[in-house]
């Protein structure tokens, strides 16, 4: 009877030690998210990409950070990231696209961190990021301006970077470079309305590019 009881026992205490194992094993643990992931709520929603795996990733929401200006141009920077912004919603209407300030925490500087990204896209609920640099502006073509009404030559050197804020990687850079100056109407009168037809002028061509890459979210016209 005796030796019954402590079989029993031991059978007992082997099965208690396998429902603790298995209670505590760290591979039993699968429901709890990782301390640094933002919560469910807070993230940023997946870009809406076409059945066609060739038509781009059709970015619907889309933060525009503040220019890098490398140039003279007094508020250079602000004023090539608002121009921007306003040039690429008018091209592209079906997108949302919104202007973001950066705080420290939100960004430590150059370069943009892959985790910052997905910070910056989960806070703002942006599915992309764009950066933009501008780092050679140039006016030549004489005395300008003056009564003479000489021509205007502008050397202007901009680049741009798409951030998918998801996996926080780099999806595509655009740049616009001209070889020589390109020549604007005698009829701009100041520095400040050039500057702003040059960066116009600058958006219009990257936005082609931008629409044959499908880069951003166009409604299908219905026929």
Do not use: C
Not at 65 to 85: E, H, N, Q, S, Y
Not at 155 to 162: E, M
Request: charged share 35%; aromatic share 10%.
């Amino acid at each position: 009877m005796k030796e019954k009881l402590v079989a029993l026992i031991q059978v007992l205490f082997i099965i208690l030690m396998v429902v603790v194992s298995v209670h505590y094993h760290p591979l039993a643990q699968v429901d709890e998210p990782a301390m640094d992931e933002p919560p469910e709520e807070a993230q940023a929603e997946e870009p809406v990409y076409s059945e066609d795996e060739n038509a781009g990733p059709r970015f619907k929401r889309v933060g525009v950070l503040p220019f890098k200006d490398d140039t003279t141009v007094l508020r250079g920077g602000k004023t090539a990231t608002r121009i921007f912004k306003e040039r690429l919603a008018r091209k592209f209407p079906d997108t949302e696209f919104k202007f973001i300030e950066l705080s420290d925490e939100d960004y430590s500087g150059e370069p943009l961190l892959l985790k910052e990204a997905q910070r910056i896209g989960a806070k703002h609920e942006v599915d992309a990021l764009i950066q933009g640099y501008l780092i050679g502006y140039k006016v030549t073509g004489g005395s300008w301006p003056n009564r003479a009404m000489n021509y205007p030559e502008v050397q202007a050197v901009l680049q741009v970077k798409v951030v998918e804020t998801l996996e926080g990687k780099i999806y595509t850079k655009y740049e616009y470079a001209e070889k020589k100056p390109k020549v604007y109407p005698p009829t701009i009168r100041t520095g400040k309305e050039l500057f702003g037809r040059v960066i116009r002028d600058i958006v219009d061509e990257l936005s082609e590019k931008m629409k044959e890459d499908k880069l951003f979210y166009e409604e299908e016209e219905k026929g």
